[in-house]
């Protein structure tokens, strides 16, 4: 390529030296972080669908297998409650990570990761709203519907039947 013949597929003239060069590079770094960045967008405007992609496994800790309580980060990127890795480093000789077992010679500073605490407290929320709501469709049965078997003092409506001893239960 000549000087002033124009790289094929873009605008920019370019020196013999730079070939397709700095310019088209430059183009194309910026088109990719612009479709990366509008992916990103799209999956966390609309969070009432991102909250149906979260599901309880990644708000648990791996120690007490509860959700995340003051959520720390160590080196190896793997996430506990705070008091879980603390414990679990006090109990054992090494320091290392109960998942994939990395060893690290000194304690890592543990701070809470305020996102993975915040996230982790909106999966409560939305859970305990969830169980609430579910637990006030547990209604009193009324005529025509079939009454809980097992209930004791007010007979609330049976959500299933069991077709062989044919009891029905909450």
Known sequence: MGSGAFAKGCSVSVRPEQELGSHCQQILWLLFFFITFSLFV???????????????????CSICLDVFTDPVSIPCGHNFCKTCITEHWNINVLCQCPNCKEVFYTRPELRVNTF??????????SAQQKASSSSS????????EVPCDVC?????????SCLVCLASLL
């Open 116 to 125: 993975i605490s915040e996230m982790a407290a909106q999966f409560r929320q």
């Open 42 to 60: 799209l999956r966390v405007s609309d969070m009432s669908a991102a909250s149906c992609l979260l599901t309880e496994d990644q708000f648990l």
């Open 137 to 144: 469709e547990q209604q009193v049965s009324k005529p025509g």
């Open 152 to 160: 004791t003092g007010t007979k609330l409506k049976a959500l299933k």
